[in-house]
DNA sequence: TTGTAAGCGTTATCAG
DNA sequence: CTGATAACGCTTACAA
């Protein structure tokens, strides 16, 4: 509970003198300096964060916007920003709400709008237009993470990752590979699906196999991913040779999928992920990695360096996916061989 | 940027008059009420949220601590503290970050001592002696979830949730069942995991077991249940008849392993876990039901209401546990049969 | 019912 | 190098 003013007495000094020497800034005798942190400690004090944010109109703190925290990149990304901004002294307030529900439209117009933070940092979030006016009104530095938001924004790139995914398995041999996840038309989906669906086409028109391109929209979860593999692997007409689920989470589904219905990955069914989830070695699941903890304290750190005043170009951070190759892909050519293998090991 | 000042000015009041019509304290006459509101959203005026906490003391805020947020528990109640705060206008200042941490250390350093919020909700933390202690100086109202730490808390019931999941698999006929995950002392670990190795302990003892009781620790998340289940599943001889996961995420990672080592659930392993977690339906998982987001948002009134002012007397308030009967859970003499029906239809 | 004035705990300005 | 003194934007006695 003590005061500046209780830290000023009993250092002998006055309020600014205290002030200046906790602070740093200002001329301070060394000397004096000395008494005065060792009054402030002797009596535990702490500045009031709100009385130094009325004084200095910044506030420590950032706020955080994502649409949910129970998927693996979400949850990870805020942690990574946690940590980044623990370091600097910040605070992060968090703002949590799906796209389209009221608690968003209210985040928007009441979080926003108290500028209770310094700045923002944006993950999977994609504003519509009366959002995106709130943030311009907003007026204060914002990064976002996972797409193409702001000025400033931090994400693997989602295309290219589609891509390498694809052409990973075109090169074993595929040719009737689908993606699976997301929205039927590939918008409004968040953390760049719609870029990852991109990636895909792109790819497979390259290798002239652009009619064979097939979407399977789903949730974008793991068990989205299930039920919608449930579906197309029931099917022997329906299902393909090989699999490129729009995230992790997707493709895991899918393998469980698979395995549930005696479809064997990878002898008779290639798949590929796209993040390096958690549960990504554990399934051998063969993927294009991304680091979402340290997007978000990449995040963070260029947030902070924008606060603290360095006023750094707009910029577009495309971190490069890296294929990891695990043990859910396999060439066309082993499958029959691995069929055959699997059939005899079973009688 | 316009202040009271300003929608003072516009109305024709003074900066009090104002101030009084929008806050709803003290008298105002209708018709200057009016005036005032009207000026106010005509100018777009949003109080400075530091300059009300300055004067008033309160800060409109609650800080959540959680160990992490990359499980389904600690992310569900986040989200649904988040929304309930967010009906009354709180803020939530995040502070995550796992037991032992340096961070943790800063969090409870730092970030308590702040005064940063009115209250706190702290969401799995077992805190040790000096983190009790900083609560403590913390002087204000605490209430936590997923254990029995403060003077207010919410939780299920655990020692009756893996009670009733081991007689449930006892009710089957099963003899030989282990409890899977946590640490191998059953101490420091999050969630009343602890509590839960105690109900499982004394159904099974009630039951003439006692001596059968069989922990086998690990790491509480899903690969760290299927890591532990492949090493028991894989030998004959550790093999149990019936598991109950410490957690669903434990327990489908067992349920994985099963999968993969061609132990069928539940003909020839029986599953329950506790939780329901998101995945639990896709597994068909047999399960004892909490619903975290209901626990969180009934934390976070909680908490209001001792803002409010309501002396709340001291409670915990202990959610009973629903058993969710799916698929994973089968009597034991059902297994034979099960069994052959099996080898059946492979041959 | 309304206005005046005094804080709330810091920092920042500007003389000394 | 240090110390008064004035902000910061709002609330709240107290007086009118």
Redesign the pocket.
């Known amino acids: 509970?003590?005061?500046?003013?209780?830290?000023?007495r009993s250092a002998?000094?006055?309020?600014?003198?205290?002030?200046?020497?906790?602070?740093g800034?200002?001329?301070?005798?060394?000397?004096?300096?000395a008494r005065v942190r060792a009054a402030a400690s002797a009596l535990g004090?702490?500045?009031?964060m709100?009385?130094?944010s009325?004084?200095?109109?910044r506030t420590n703190t950032v706020g955080v916007m994502v649409p949910s925290l129970d998927r693996w990149f979400f949850a990870s990304v805020v942690e990574g920003i946690q940590s980044a901004l623990l370091t600097d002294g910040y605070d992060l307030v968090l703002c949590c709400a799906p796209p389209g529900s009221d608690s968003r439209r209210r985040m928007f117009a009441h979080s926003l709008a108290r500028k209770r933070f310094d700045g923002l940092i944006a993950v999977g979030v994609e504003p519509d237009e009366t959002e995106r006016e709130q943030l311009a009104a907003f007026a204060r530095p914002i990064v976002s993470v996972g797409h193409d938001g702001g000025a400033m924004s931090i994400s693997i790139d989602d295309r290219a990752a589609a891509r390498i995914a694809t052409e990973h398995l075109l090169g074993l041999g595929h040719t009737d590979v689908v993606i699976l996840g997301g929205d039927p038309d590939g918008r409004r989906t968040s953390v760049g699906d719609g870029e990852r669906l991109l990636g895909y086409r792109s790819a497979m028109t390259d290798a002239g196999l652009g009619a064979a391109a097939r979407h399977i929209p789903c949730e974008v979860s793991l068990p989205g991913g299930y039920g919608a593999a449930v579906e197309m692997l029931a099917d022997r007409r329906t299902r393909p040779s090989a699999l490129v689920g729009v995230c992790d989470e997707v493709a895991v589904g899918a393998m469980i999928a698979a395995r549930r219905l005696g479809v064997r990955v990878p002898e008779h069914l290639s798949v590929v992920g796209i993040d390096d989830h958690s549960y990504a070695d554990m399934f051998a699941l063969t993927t294009l990695q991304q680091r979402p903890d340290e997007q978000g304290r990449t995040a963070a750190r260029l947030l902070l360096d924008m606060l603290a005043g360095e006023v750094a170009p707009p910029r577009h951070l495309l971190e490069a996916p890296r294929l990891v190759v695990r043990n859910s892909t396999a060439a066309v050519s082993d499958a029959a061989s691995a069929i055959v293998g699997a059939s005899r090991r079973r009688t």
Request: glycine fraction near 10%.
């Open positions: 509970m003590a005061g500046i003013a209780d830290v000023a002998g000094v006055s309020k600014s003198t205290a002030s200046r020497a906790l602070t800034s200002g001329y301070v005798s060394d000397e004096t300096r004090y702490v500045p009031t709100w009385a130094v009325l004084a200095t109109g």
